[in-house]
């Protein structure tokens, strides 16, 4: 067992992990934040992305220890209380229907809007092309980033 020292949603934990334990299982099995998803345990469908120092990661790609000292923001620690923007636009534009693949796309787009606050159609397709969505053909997906995208910024 490994000793690692990770914040998990603004909480800070200490926890014994096997070396061979995904980030993701740890924080599913150890950390009970059920809200990031298993997918395909490939990294390929994006379902489990979650925001290690402020950066989007596939949580199944990386092992808990290579978390050791880093700041992990899961789909359930982005609200403050209230909805974060990007939430709220999917729930306002119904961009989901099954919602297996939305703790991740809202993750990514979250991540996304830190680096290009004010992205294009172009640009949101792109920053989210690592994430799959069987179900909705994303139009409202990409309306949602946009829309949360301008009231981060401020714009009407």
Known sequence: MTRISVTVDGAEA?????PRTL????????RGR?????????????????????RAVKSCALLAVQADGAEVTTIQGLANGE?????????????????????????AAVDLLNEVPDPDERQVREGLEGNLCRCTGYQNIVAAVRDAAAELRGAS
């Open 83 to 107: 909805l974060h923007p990007v939430q709220k636009a999917f729930h306002e534009r119904h961009a989901l229907q099954c919602g297996y693949c939305t703790p991740g796309m809202i993750m």
């Open 23 to 30: 980030l993701v299982q740890y924080l599913r099995e150890q």
């Open 34 to 54: 059920t809200g990031t998803p298993v997918g395909c345990d490939t990294s390929n469908c994006g379902a489990c992305t979650v925001l290690v120092d402020g």
């Open 14 to 18: 200490v926890d014994e992990v096997e």
